[in-house]
């Protein structure tokens, strides 16, 4: 008969262990608790009848047999996810984003990704929400942040600056033209990027005055002051497209250099698969096209701003 083999989901959780050289950094990768690891491995250890682990006051080390052990499942467990990543060539590529990336930046350049890459497939998921690679049928994600997920690749896309943007028809076309000015305008809000935080950022000591409308996501946002109803703080990379359709302006020139980016994200077992690979490679060409160049005459960012 063949050897019984642990489950798949244990032998993860070694392997995890094992390379963090802790229960408490696997825990943090796998979404479980410190409780939960230490139970999986003592059972483990009791199922293969040796000891796995030396647990010590400080964390854990691999017994010689433990380390040996790591090194099998974890070439066992590359083997394994190259080979579902081969046969997932069969179907769409999915990826998790953000709905305002998404609608203002990602969406318009898909056709030229298509035109290159006919034979993938591209599954859009937009939300909120920070995509489980655990849990869901997510190959990439695109994520704005300071790149410290835990138990991801997080590859640097694009820096960011920010600064206002409004609808050329906003106010009859009289745009503010100093900071003042622009304090005293109706200024759209978001939580996410605070108007008060913004001047402060520049050193101005203004207090916006006028409050137009508050918008829980940066696509309301953006989409409400291309229709005018006010000034909105906006990114570049998101703010570019519409800039360059002329459905929205700067009416200053303030730039404020944000201290997060945007990161390619996806598990580290997907790290080799073909289709992800090219379509990480097509998002960075894109990525450096709207950026580049960032910064133009009289448009320097400021301080780094959250």
């Given at each position: ?144 942040g300071g790149g410290n997920w835990p138990g991801v690749v997080a590859l640097p896309l694009a820096d960011e ?31 996410l990027q605070p108007w008060d935080a913004w001047f402060s950022a520049l050193g101005v000591d203004v207090m ?51 201290d997060r980016r945007y990161f390619i994200v996806y598990p580290p077992a997907h790290a080799k698969e073909p ?32």
């Amino acid at each position: 008969m063949p050897t019984r083999l642990p489950p798949l989901q244990t032998l993860r959780t070694f392997e995890a262990a094992a390379r963090h050289r802790s229960f408490t950094g696997a825990a943090r990768e796998l979404h479980l608790t410190h409780g939960a690891i230490s139970h999986q491995m003592r059972a483990l250890e009791q199922e293969l009848g040796v000891a796995l682990f030396e647990r010590r006051s400080r964390g854990v080390t691999l017994t010689p047999q433990g380390e040996r052990f790591a090194e099998a499942v974890h070439d066992a467990l590359e083997r394994l996810a190259h080979s579902v990543a081969e046969l997932r060539g069969a179907r769409a590529l999915t990826i998790s984003v953000l709905p305002a990336f998404a609608s203002h930046w990602l969406i318009p350049r898909l056709a030229d990704f298509n035109q290159r890459h006919p034979e993938i497939d591209i599954n859009v998921r937009a939300s909120p929400v920070l995509a489980d690679f655990g849990k869901e049928d997510v190959d990439l994600a695109v994520r704005y942040g300071g790149g410290n997920w835990p138990g991801v690749v997080a590859l640097p896309l694009a820096d960011e600056d920010v600064f206002p943007v409004c609808s050329p028809r906003f106010a009859d076309g009289h745009l503010p033209r100093t900071l003042r000015e622009l304090a005293a305008a109706p200024l759209l809000h978001t939580p996410l990027q605070p108007w008060d935080a913004w001047f402060s950022a520049l050193g101005v000591d203004v207090m916006p005055g006028r409050r137009a409308m508050t918008f829980a996501e940066t696509d309301m946002l953006l989409r409400a002051a291309i229709d005018g109803l006010g000034i909105a703080l906006s990114r570049r990379l998101l703010a570019q497209p519409e800039l360059d359709a002329g459905r929205l302006v700067r009416p200053v020139p303030d730039s404020v250099k944000s201290d997060r980016r945007y990161f390619i994200v996806y598990p580290p077992a997907h790290a080799k698969e073909p289709r992800l690979a090219v379509f990480r490679t097509w998002l960075m060409e894109q990525a450096r096209a709207t950026t580049m160049p960032r910064v133009l005459d009289g448009d320097a960012p400021s301080e780094a701003f959250g």
